[in-house]
């Protein structure tokens, strides 16, 4: 089993900055690829970023390209996203997965049923 530990989300002000962490323990995250998921009100889960274990691959949704970063710390079993120029649009309970495989098609990642592991989430809120 692994336990996924989501913190850093919070009310921020539109233009502003977050850093969500995700904490692996139990069985280790090492050798497989994490990803950052998020579901706003009313709506489905939504792929936002993933990086595999090598961190040679990074993938993001489009629409927070250029304005998320996502970074792994594996020896900590940890990942990061860091959001920037958050609008309320960002506004979701972020999650973060372990993949179930190594996938040599990347776009695999944007597919959460290739996720086993989640964590419980943590709230995002950019007010206007």
């Known amino acids: 089993q692994v336990q996924l530990v989501e913190s850093g989300g919070g009310l921020v002000q539109a233009g502003g900055s977050l850093t969500l962490s995700c904490a692996a323990s139990?069985?280790?995250?090492?050798?497989?690829?994490m990803g950052w998921f998020r579901q706003a009100p009313g709506k489905e889960r939504e792929f936002v970023s993933a990086?595999?274990?090598?961190?040679?691959?990074?993938n993001y949704a489009d629409s927070v390209k250029g304005r998320f970063t996502i970074s792994r710390d594996n020896a900590k079993n940890t990942v990061y996203l860091q959001l920037n120029s958050l609008t309320p649009e960002d506004t979701a309970v972020y999650y973060c997965?372990?993949?179930?495989?190594?996938?040599?098609?990347?776009?695999?990642?944007?597919?959460?049923?290739?996720?086993?592991?989640w964590g419980q989430g943590t709230q995002v809120t950019g007010s206007s």
């Open positions: 997965a372990r993949s179930r495989a190594c996938y040599r098609d990347a776009e695999n990642y944007r597919d959460s049923d290739r996720y086993d592991y």
């Open positions: 990086i595999s274990w090598s961190e040679l691959i990074r």
């Open positions: 139990g069985r280790t995250i090492s050798g497989y690829a």
